[in-house]
């Protein structure tokens, strides 16, 4: 698929997932594309873990409560970086959150490239400790945290794509409105 395609393709997936493996192979493609994305001062904080095994996929969706696009995943891609941020020797603050969305909107799109979907999963990791439940789940060190969860498959259904607003009404040239 062409990237302007993806990209116009691209949506929030939270329907059910066909019974299909996804091939290592393709979830290789699809991390790599997120550490291909653009980092802040080339820090690459984003690191992730690949979960395709049975057992730890269980354990992963017994963490939730039986919602379609969790129950019936059959691969799960982490992101997680520190749980303390640390700052660029040069700057006072750190780029964590920018690097993660860099890195987790590309992936999307490599998903979504490859034919599969996805739906980002970040609030609802910040109730009920499932954030660290899962990092349990996958042997993260208590200074790392999954801030990032993304189930992928071959949607089970064709999903709806939600309607932007016109270009006109959010963009304009070298001065607003």
Do not use: C, H
């Amino acid at each position: 698929m062409e990237l302007f395609e993806a990209i116009a393709q691209r949506y929030s997936y939270r329907g059910a997932f066909e019974q299909k493996p996804v091939p290592e192979e393709d979830l290789r493609k699809i991390v790599q594309a997120g550490l291909d994305a653009p980092s802040g001062k080339n820090l690459q904080t984003t690191q992730f873990i690949i979960i395709n095994d049975p057992a730890t996929l269980d354990r992963i969706k017994a963490v939730f409560s039986g919602q379609p696009f969790i129950a019936t995943a059959p691969a799960f891609i982490a992101a997680f970086y520190d749980v303390e941020e640390q700052a660029a020797s040069e700057f006072p603050y750190t780029f964590e959150v920018e690097d993660a969305a860099a890195a987790v909107q590309t992936i999307l799109l490599a998903i979504t490239g490859l034919g599969y979907a996805s739906v980002w999963l970040d609030g609802v990791l910040r109730n009920e400790q499932r954030a660290e439940k899962i990092g349990k789940a996958i042997g993260l060190p208590d200074a790392k945290k999954v801030r990032i969860l993304l189930p992928v498959g071959v949607a089970a259904e064709k999903g709806p794509r939600k309607q932007k607003q016109p270009f006109a009404e959010r963009v304009w040239f070298n001065t607003w409105k």
